[in-house]
């Protein structure tokens, strides 16, 4: 009977563990940090990272916590659909920077710092940090 | 009569405890915001601010030891510059654990969007109330408006605190990676004018985000 009990409440004890998990404890994973600058700054331009639409820049700027991997900057084309601009390197605890020229149709990403396009099946530029 | 602690009820009996503190915890959230005011969100921003403030005077310390340390380190021996190469990468780790605080869609930047628009649609209301009589509406007309300058003030001010750990964090990073390229070509001396220089940037880097820090006011009810 004993250990019936002590089963069941360590599996309750489980249970309430796994919905305070759910109910907004966040899952800490490696991080790093993507600058985006807009030129000219006051501009309009709907962009998203990693499919999640940015808020509108503040004075052209905007540092973003990112988990570690590559992410995708895009922005809106014709009828919405996303055109992505580069891919963006995040590495733990390092940020990558990143200008995004509006001026051009589409616009277009000047990295900081870039792998050369050795890899003839990468179209799109690879900002790193 | 049944005894609490046999049979069937000795199972269920702790079950009901834990299912009450279950309950307990998904509740507790909604609970809380149901207490919330008008005034809650500038007050939570205000807060978030203070502690930035104190989380800001630890790094500042860690700031000021790393320079130290890795301005203390000799040109001999290989060990020295792992140590500083450690050095810096607590430093960048400890930059970033600041930069996730302030970054945009970070804790205090979506407190301060919620206090600044919580002000902004209480002065809407405001001009639209005709419960109170023309001098008691300009005084809480007047008081709203200087909170939400208040507001607006600290997260323009946050902003520039924002770029100034990236412009530390990606100073941090430029220069271990130059280090490191270095030590793969063995050139020593350059390595240690290196870091005697990072030193030295750190330092001014250092001496700006504490005044700008300091200079953040935070909106008071």
């Known amino acids: 009977m004993g250990s019936r009990r002590g089963s069941s409440v360590a599996q309750l004890l489980m ?3 796994g919905a305070v998990s759910l109910a907004g404890c966040p899952f800490i994973e490696d991080a790093g940090y993507v600058e985006i600058k807009l030129a000219p700054a006051e501009t309009a331009t709907a962009l998203y990272l990693n499919s999640r639409r940015l808020k509108r820049l503040n004075k052209g700027t905007a540092v973003l916590r990112e988990n570690v991997g590559t992410a995708e900057l895009a922005t809106e084309g014709n009828q919405g659909r996303l055109i992505v601009l580069c891919d963006i390197e995040v590495r733990k605890d390092r940020i990558t920077a990143v200008t995004i020229s509006v001026l051009d149709r589409p616009p277009r990403c000047q990295c900081q710092n870039s792998i050369s396009n050795t890899d003839a099946a990468r179209v799109r530029p690879y900002c790193v940090g | 009569m049944k005894s609490f602690r046999s049979g069937k009820t000795a199972i269920r009996r702790p079950s009901v405890i834990v299912g009450g503190m279950l309950l307990f915890l998904l509740l507790a959230a909604p609970v809380r915001s149901a207490e919330t005011d008008a005034i809650t969100p500038v007050e939570d921003f205000s807060r978030e601010l203070d ?8 790094l500042g310390k ?4 790393s320079a130290k340390m890795i ?12 140590k500083a190469k450690k050095e810096i990468e607590d430093l960048r780790a400890a930059v970033s654990s600041l930069l996730a605080v ?5 804790t205090l930047d979506k407190l301060g969007d919620t206090a600044l628009s919580r002000a902004r649609d209480k002065l809407k209301e405001l001009e639209r109330d005709n419960r109170f009589k023309q001098e008691e509406k300009d005084f809480l007309i007047e008081q709203w408006r200087r909170l939400r300058d208040d507001t607006d003030r600290a997260t323009q001010e946050l902003g520039s605190a924002r770029s100034r750990f990236a412009e530390l964090l990606r100073m941090l990073q430029a220069n ?3 280090i490191d390229e270095l030590v793969q070509i063995r050139q020593a001396q350059k390595v ?3 870091i005697h220089q990072l030193t030295r940037e750190i330092r001014g880097t250092s001496d700006q985000l504490q005044r700008l820090i300091n200079g953040i006011k935070s909106p008071r009810a």
């Open chain 2, 176 to 178: 271990e990676d130059f």
């Open chain 2, 102 to 106: 302030v970054a945009d869609g970070g």
């Open chain 1, 15 to 17: 249970a309430v563990v």
């Open chain 2, 192 to 194: 240690i004018d290196v």
């Open chain 2, 62 to 65: 860690k700031i000021d030891g």
């Open chain 2, 71 to 82: 301005d203390g380190l000799s040109a001999e021996g290989a060990s020295d510059v792992d």
């Open chain 2, 51 to 58: 502690k930035l403030k104190k989380s800001f005077d630890d």
